[in-house]
């Protein structure tokens, strides 16, 4: 998936908590098929998960976000996956890693509820709960909590490299990203993000909204961002339930369509060749702005 990927094996992961985490090294390890694009995760027993970056330039950013959603799960109204082991690969460079509790269920891009609606309003009061924490001196903004235009001239370079390799249909997209520029950017206080709310990182079970998982991309800024299960996890009535329950201004939601944009010219020439699931998750945002254009 990425040409940087570090490889780790089964007996490194033994090694590591044999001397970190002894009381989980005989557990049995079973690789997940899907990890997420920036992380590494394996079925440890059956009562947890052991997690590693998947690149050496993540891992900083790894240990940070290990330790705010430490600070943040126990103010959120869904089940967060926290830590309850962690250490370092001996590699080099070395890589962190973290042993976190498994939370049983299903994720949405597996198995979304008919009752799209229950999911749409517990994602809500989650989100609602999310943005009310204050930031003591939290992440600075990110590439997905700050403004847009910096972001520019990536986003026409991955528009124009999706046409070189033959990707078509990328023209709401672009306008759903210049629809964004033009938009007032966010000006109130940052807010917490969870900064990846797409269909694999919720768990569902028994037809609910269950926890909020992979935490990779948490960062303050504006709030736009994690409007985007608008577009990539829920259909048009629960996509408008949803946001009527967050209430968000026309230029947020413009901003949030222009993330959606963002994401799939980013993901569709990069994963065209390596990751189907995120193409398919591209193509869906991508219909869904087209579908629901101003």
Request: with cysteine; charged share 20%.
């Amino acid at each position: 998936m990425h040409a940087q990927t570090i490889p780790v094996t089964e007996a490194q992961i033994r090694d590591a908590l044999s001397a970190a985490a002894p009381a989980f090294a005989g557990l049995p390890i079973t690789p997940l098929a899907h990890g997420g694009t920036e992380t590494r995760v394996f079925r440890l027993g059956d009562y947890h998960q052991f997690r590693t970056p998947l690149l050496a330039s993540t891992a900083q950013a790894f240990v940070k976000q290990t330790r705010w959603v430490a600070w943040l799960a126990p103010q959120l109204p869904l089940d967060v996956p926290r830590a309850v082991a962690r250490g370092q690969f001996a590699t080099d460079p070395p890589l962190p890693w973290t042993i976190q509790h498994w939370i049983d269920g299903t994720d949405a891009a597996q198995a979304m509820p008919a009752d799209q609606d229950d999911v749409a309003d517990r994602l809500a009061e989650f989100l609602v709960a999310l943005r009310q924490i204050s930031p003591p001196d939290g992440p600075p903004a990110s590439t997905r909590g700050g403004p847009l235009a910096p972001q520019d001239d990536a986003f026409r370079a991955a528009i124009a490299e999706g046409r070189a390799k033959g990707i078509t249909g990328l023209e709401p997209a672009i306008a759903a990203w210049e629809a964004g520029l033009a938009a007032q950017p966010w000006r109130n206080r940052p807010v917490w993000l969870h900064g990846d709310l797409v269909p694999g990182n919720l768990i569902v079970r028994d037809g609910h909204l269950q926890a909020v998982i992979d935490w990779s991309f948490v960062t303050v800024g504006d709030p736009a961002y994690d409007l985007i299960p608008a577009w990539f996890v829920f259909d048009g009535p629960a996509r408008r339930r949803f946001l009527d329950h967050l209430a968000p201004d026309d230029a947020t939601v413009a901003r949030a369509r222009a993330r959606v944009a963002w994401q799939c010219a980013l993901a569709l020439p990069y994963y065209i060749d390596s990751n189907p699931q995120m193409v398919r998750l591209a193509r869906r945002g991508l219909d869904a702005i087209t579908g629901d254009a101003p």
